[in-house]
């Protein structure tokens, strides 16, 4: 089995979402701690290239627009870019369908080393446990098969942008009450997130709301129950919401992308689960984060809300 010795071209595959490249961060950083003078070049989704591009970490990244196979006209000119790389090995951190599919596109005997679950590849995670542990886990196995073994923890200080612009009064708390569009089950019922704000802004603690336009109607019942609430719905980036954990005293919200992001960051959360997720496989990770699970969250009371938040004094939940 072929290690980390110096290769000179690398490929790393991670198209999203928000959360899956949150917890591609320490494996993101591992690959590039253990690869330290080759030249690294990620293939992701367009919504993450520009907020990747600032870690550092890879010296290229390319956007995939994941063409179908009909689509001949995107996918030939993938296939050619891929080939034209020469990459000396390939850190498939996707492993679906469509990623092994490009292991595929490499000619036999000219294929790269490939770390991943394709069929024939030179370091596959065969391990029967990578569909039953967390993310993270898997991706540290994985990575373990191709002689990485030093995986450090997520540092997203390099993702931090400037929110003095929003002047918010401290102490605050973030609110996340979007989700799925297409899975209401995702989501705690807006008036809920309501009475939270009030409880919130009683302690002494401003709410900030974040979502996009999705969120347009929730964000309003809820500032209609508290105008105390800053709305930040539709103004913020990514790098935004990393500064915004790192700053808020806590946060609460949906099984959604931007409260891996918040979480990671260190900031004190409560991630709410439905039935339609496994908080087991891909809970947000960070310093103090608690989990509620409901199989319908429009059945999860709001007193079990309130005894859940991870507050000053809490013991520590990983």
Same mark, same amino acid.
């Given at each position: 089995?072929?290690?980390?010795?110096?290769?000179?071209?690398?490929?790393?595959?991670?198209?999203?979402?928000?959360?899956?490249?949150?917890?591609?961060?320490?494996?993101?950083?591992?690959?590039?701690?253990?690869?330290?003078?080759?030249?690294?070049?990620?293939?992701?989704?367009?919504?993450?290239?520009?907020?990747?591009?600032?870690?550092?970490?890879?010296?290229?990244?390319?956007?995939?627009?994941?063409?179908?196979?009909?689509?001949?006209?995107?996918?030939?000119?993938?296939?050619?870019?891929?080939?034209?790389?020469?990459?000396?090995?390939?850190?498939?951190?996707?492993?679906?369908?469509?990623?092994?599919?490009?292991?595929?596109?490499?000619?036999?005997?000219?294929?790269?080393?490939?770390?991943?679950?394709?069929?024939?590849?030179?370091?596959?995670?065969?391990?029967?446990?990578?569909?039953?542990?967390?993310?993270?886990?898997?991706?540290?196995?994985?990575?373990?098969?191709?002689?990485?073994?030093?995986?450090?923890?997520?540092?997203?200080?390099?993702?931090?942008?400037?929110?003095?612009?929003?002047?918010?009064?401290?102490?605050?708390?973030?609110?996340?009450?979007?989700?799925?569009?297409?899975?209401?089950?995702?989501?705690?019922?807006?008036?809920?997130?309501?009475?939270?704000?009030?409880?919130?802004?009683?302690?002494?603690?401003?709410?900030?709301?974040?979502?996009?336009?999705?969120? #347009?109607?929730?964000?309003?019942?809820?500032? &209609?129950?508290?105008? @105390? %609430? $800053?709305?930040?719905? !539709?103004?913020?980036? =990514?790098?935004?919401?990393?500064?915004?954990?790192?700053?808020?005293?806590? #946060?609460?919200?949906?099984?959604?992308?931007? &409260?891996?992001?918040? @979480? %990671? $960051?260190?900031?004190? !959360?409560?991630?709410? =689960?439905?039935?339609?997720?496994?908080?087991?496989?891909?809970?947000?990770?960070?310093?103090?984060?608690?989990?509620?699970?409901?199989?319908?969250? @429009?059945?999860?009371?709001?007193?079990?809300?309130?005894?859940?938040?991870?507050?000053?004094?809490?013991?520590?939940?990983?």
């Amino acid at each position: 089995m072929a290690g980390t010795e110096k290769l000179n071209r690398i490929l790393v595959i991670k198209h999203g979402a928000l959360g899956d490249v949150v917890l591609a961060q320490s494996p993101f950083q591992a690959i590039r701690k253990a690869h330290p003078e080759a030249k690294i070049t990620l293939l992701t989704t367009k919504p993450f290239a520009a907020f990747l591009e600032k870690s550092g970490l890879f010296d290229e990244v390319w956007i995939d627009s994941r063409p179908k196979i009909w689509q001949l006209g995107e996918l030939v000119p993938l296939v050619r870019k891929l080939r034209g790389a020469k990459f000396d090995r390939v850190y498939d951190l996707q492993t679906s369908s469509r990623s092994n599919s490009y292991f595929r596109f490499f000619p036999r005997g000219a294929k790269p080393e490939w770390c991943g679950v394709a069929p024939g590849c030179s370091h596959p995670h065969t391990s029967p446990m990578r569909t039953k542990i967390h993310t993270i886990e898997r991706h540290v196995d994985q990575l373990s098969v191709a002689g990485i073994t030093d995986i450090p923890p997520a540092d997203f200080t390099w993702a931090m942008t400037d929110i003095a612009k929003y002047e918010l009064p401290r102490p605050f708390a973030l609110l996340v009450p979007g989700g799925s569009a297409h899975r209401p089950e995702k989501r705690w019922p807006a008036q809920k997130f309501a009475e939270l704000a009030v409880w919130l802004q009683q302690q002494g603690m401003t709410p900030v709301l974040i979502g996009g336009p999705a969120e #347009a109607e929730a964000i309003a019942l809820i500032r &209609m129950a508290c105008p @105390a %609430a $800053v709305d930040l719905s !539709s103004k913020t980036d =990514f790098g935004d919401i990393a500064a915004l954990g790192r700053d808020a005293t806590l #946060a609460v919200g949906n099984d959604t992308g931007p &409260m891996h992001l918040i @979480a %990671a $960051v260190g900031c004190a !959360s409560l991630v709410l =689960f439905s039935a339609a997720s496994d908080p087991h496989m891909s809970r947000p990770r960070g310093r103090k984060v608690n989990i509620l699970r409901e199989d319908d969250l @429009a059945n999860l009371p709001f007193e079990m809300v309130l005894n859940s938040l991870p507050l000053e004094g809490d013991e520590d939940q990983k």
